[in-house]
């Protein structure tokens, strides 16, 4: 059972190219969410699925785009990456519940 | 905006101290107050939550104070030990389930404990 699993853990990006982060559950979770952690700003909500085929704008979903086509998983979208984009993202999953069990995060940089 | 204002963003503590964590929020729109503990390189975890019918919920040496009136929620760690040296979010649970149950967090406090 490895819970909540993202990949990469770590990538560098030029300004422009795009990525995808995936996020992988195995829990069986029905939410999803997709968060960015900045330094002061705690960790903001870019893009969250209700469950498989769903998906909803946070708070911060301008430049991301997300998927989810199985349960399972929640992948996250850069299509084209700019500095600002730099940050730790992190995913999570949730049951139909109140705890949200998170990912270990992807640490993101874009020159 | 900032629905939740969370102080100090720092804090240092002496082994054995109490080190006390506060949040002040805005919008009632929430039905869960959860604080999440992160240590460097991992993903946030759940710590400990109340609900807003409750004044205090205590677990081991950590504990929620909550006044719904004053819209303020507070943690208070016993007892501090350096194996505590965290940051620490308090956070904001949506009551709306087709909200996927949000959360909204603070901004953290990075919590030292001294040795």
């Known amino acids: 059972n490895a819970g909540v699993t993202q990949t990469p853990k770590f990538r560098v990006l030029k300004t422009g190219q795009s990525m995808t982060l995936l996020c992988a559950q195995d829990?069986?979770?029905?939410?999803m969410y997709w968060y960015r952690q900045d330094p002061g700003m705690g960790l903001r909500l870019i893009h969250y699925?209700?469950?498989?085929?769903?998906?909803a704008k946070g708070e911060v979903p301008d430049g991301y785009n997300v998927s989810r086509l199985k349960k399972q998983n929640f992948l996250l979208g850069l299509e084209s990456a700019a500095p600002s984009q730099t940050s730790v993202y992190f995913c999570?999953?949730?049951?139909?519940?109140?705890?949200?069990?998170f990912g270990a995060g992807t640490r993101l940089s874009v020159l | 905006q900032q629905q939740v204002k969370q102080s100090p963003q720092s804090l240092i503590v002496q082994k054995g101290g109490i080190s006390i964590i506060n949040c002040a929020y805005e919008?009632?729109?929430?039905?869960?107050f959860p604080w999440y503990q992160q240590f460097p390189g991992k993903g946030p975890a759940l710590l400990i939550a109340?609900?807003?019918?409750?004044s205090e919920k205590k677990e081991g040496r950590f504990t929620i104070s909550f006044n719904k009136s004053a819209k303020q929620f507070s943690l208070h760690i016993m007892d501090s030990q350096p194996g505590d040296s965290a940051t620490y979010f308090c956070?904001?649970?949506?009551?709306?389930?087709?909200?996927?149950?949000?959360?909204?967090f603070g901004s953290g406090t990075q919590l030292t404990v001294l040795p």
């Open positions: 829990m069986n979770h029905e939410y």
């Open positions: 109340i609900r807003p019918d409750v």
């Open positions: 999570a999953s949730s049951p139909l519940g109140n705890i949200q069990y």
């Open positions: 956070a904001l649970q949506a009551s709306f389930e087709g909200s996927a149950r949000q959360l909204t």
């Open positions: 919008n009632t729109a929430f039905d869960y």
């Open positions: 699925s209700v469950g498989e085929g769903t998906t």
